[in-house]
């Protein structure tokens, strides 16, 4: 924890080790820790979505999911969100690519057949599709710009990646006001480890790009591909997501949304009391649907005698 006191109220305020800014408890003022061991950061995305606008997409978005628990319906008030500034590293950089694959040529044959109609066998024709497969090998270059990876722990890659794009054209170059009042981080994820993922990530985007327009033919199968990525440029940005996150029967649960498109993610629990009650009900229905079949099947016997 880091301690530092508020300019406006003279309270002594901690700031945990990676966060940067945020708000004094007692007085409101926004803090803004500057910290020269640190990373510096370049750029900071302003918010677009406002904080009503990210409540009420998350209420659209828990509405069909009207088996989610009180508390997750609660989190959707806009009260309850929290503006993080969330740090990414973004990497411009060149891959390149071989490949290989078998790839199939459609052609059509003429096909002659029998069949019954109106009680006489009569002969027809059909085209059927053949796949000639030939074997395919080549080569594929291209720099990649503005790649993201996020530098926050808490913030896993697989819902960093559900929640982009973000628009890095509106972010602007960093200065304290641009944190001032809200929520910031500062890096968690050592560069090593988040270059890791950006070449794991680019080499993927690469043989998505060869297979979707880069093989002849009309079709193509196993195709292999191995990729070697030179990061050129990196840069630490600070991105804005709405954060509302409390704690679930299994652990935390978190719900995200985009502060700049407003893309909602995050995974939404089952109340178990709600399931119980359909179960009750389902089962209940069963019953009273066996005793009225019961009940008919007896009084058919009786009158029947």
Not at 79 to 102: G, I
Not at 267 to 296: D, E, L, N, Q
Request: hydrophobic share 40%; charged share 20%.
């Amino acid at each position: 924890m880091a301690a530092r006191r508020c300019q406006q109220c003279g309270a002594t305020v901690e700031l945990p080790d990676d966060v940067f800014s945020t708000r004094c408890a007692f007085c409101d003022s926004p803090l803004v820790e500057v910290d020269e061991e640190q990373e510096p950061v370049d750029q900071v995305a302003p918010f677009d979505v406002p904080r009503e606008r990210a409540g009420a997409l998350l209420k659209a978005y828990l509405q069909d999911s009207w088996m989610a628990p009180e508390m997750v319906r609660k989190a959707a008030r806009p009260d309850e969100l929290r503006p993080v500034l969330v740090p990414f590293y973004v990497y411009d950089a060149v891959a390149r690519t071989q490949f290989s694959a078998r790839v199939g040529i459609y052609w059509h044959r003429t096909e002659t057949y029998t069949t019954t109609v109106n009680g006489k066998t009569v002969v027809r024709t059909r085209q059927v599709r053949e796949t000639d497969w030939h074997p395919f090998k080549g080569s594929h270059a291209r720099k990649w710009f503005d790649h993201l990876v996020s530098a926050s722990k808490g913030l896993p890659e697989s819902e960093a990646n559900d929640l982009e794009p973000f628009d890095l054209g509106r972010a602007l170059a960093y200065t304290p006001a641009l944190t001032a009042g809200l929520e910031a981080e500062y890096p968690t994820i050592e560069h090593a480890q988040a270059k890791r993922t950006a070449a794991a990530e680019l080499a993927s985007l690469e043989k998505e790009a060869i297979a979707s327009g880069h093989l002849p033919g009309d079709t193509h199968s196993n195709l292999q591909s191995e990729t070697a990525v030179e990061i050129d440029v990196i840069r630490l940005v600070l991105l804005p997501i709405w954060i509302s996150a409390f704690p679930g029967p299994k652990g935390p649960i978190r719900l995200l949304v985009n502060g700049q498109t407003g893309e909602v993610v995050g995974s939404v629990p089952r109340s178990y009391w709600k399931v119980g009650c359909i179960v009750f009900v389902v089962v209940a229905i069963f019953v009273a649907t066996a005793i009225f079949a019961t009940g008919v099947l007896s009084v058919g016997a009786v009158v029947s005698r």
